[in-house]
């Protein structure tokens, strides 16, 4: 075994916390950061397409609430890190924080492909239903 494989099978790597202003910390806050300015983007995006399909709408608020929700907690877990605050800043939390991230987007992912169809369904339904109801008349 390597050595640095070896360290990564110590308890002291996990719960002890990585230098401060190191590639990895760099690494951490770059990628929080980029989960921070996606939210944004998608809230952006999504907002402009719910205007017209209303179904984006839920999808709208749990992108942005996914993403930047981590992105607040990662960017919190890098200031302590940068603090070197001891047990807020191991590594043991970020690779928590990951995991956290992987299975919001799958249980997001699954929503999509069930729940999200039959609401875009009902929609299209809707939307065909109300093109042949009389339209209201104006008063002038």
């Known amino acids: 075994m390597t050595n640095a494989f070896q360290n990564l099978l110590t308890i002291d790597f996990w719960f002890g916390s990585p230098k401060i202003w190191s590639l ?34 839920s999808i709208k608020n749990l992108t942005f609430g996914w993403l930047l929700g981590f992105a607040l907690i990662g960017l919190l877990f890098d200031f302590f890190i940068w603090q070197n605050i001891p047990y807020l800043s191991s590594r043991i939390f970020i690779i928590l924080i990951f995991l956290a991230i992987v299975i919001w987007g799958v249980s997001l992912a699954i929503f999509i492909q069930g729940s999200w169809q039959k609401q875009i369904l009902d929609f299209e339904a809707e939307k065909e239903y109300q093109k042949y109801l009389p339209k209201k008349k104006r008063k002038k």
């Open 24 to 57: 990895e910390l760099k690494i951490y806050f770059a990628f929080f950061l980029a989960l921070a300015i996606a939210s944004v983007i998608c809230y952006i995006i999504f907002t402009k397409k719910a205007k017209d399909y209303k179904p984006f709408a």
